[in-house]
């Protein structure tokens, strides 16, 4: 079993930036991509941004600039620094990564979500 566990979001001022974490653990063989999502109250979940585990990654279009991914692979750790932050960046941010676990298995894993609030 393989779970992330999310951390660094609350309540900030717009202008201000945070710093998201997520850490995964468990039965982990191996992590192949890992990213953030994101999903506000009555809009569907988007992507935010993906890091492959050789430091390759995608941001949506609109977040360029203003977030950055990164990831620690020795801790199984992915982070997402998110500057100037605006109130349409408020919503819950799910981490997300594609997990080889040690019996072999592929498969993708969410973490429970971190909400980030702005307040104007």
């Known amino acids: 079993q393989v779970q992330l566990v999310e951390s660094g979001g609350g309540l900030v001022q717009a202008g201000g930036f945070l710093r998201l974490s997520c850490t995964a653990s468990?039965?982990?063989?191996?992590?192949?991509?890992m990213g953030w999502y994101r999903q506000a109250p009555g809009k569907q979940r988007e992507l935010v941004a993906t890091i492959t585990n050789s430091g390759n990654t995608d941001y949506a279009d609109s977040l360029k600039g203003r977030f950055t991914i990164s990831r620690d692979n020795a801790k199984n750790t992915v982070y997402l620094q998110m500057n100037s932050l605006n109130p349409e960046d408020a919503a819950v941010y799910y981490c997300n990564a594609h997990v080889i676990n040690t019996a072999r298995a592929y498969f993708q894993v969410w973490g429970q979500g971190t909400q980030v609030t702005v307040s104007s």
């Open positions: 468990g039965s982990i063989f191996s992590i192949n991509t």
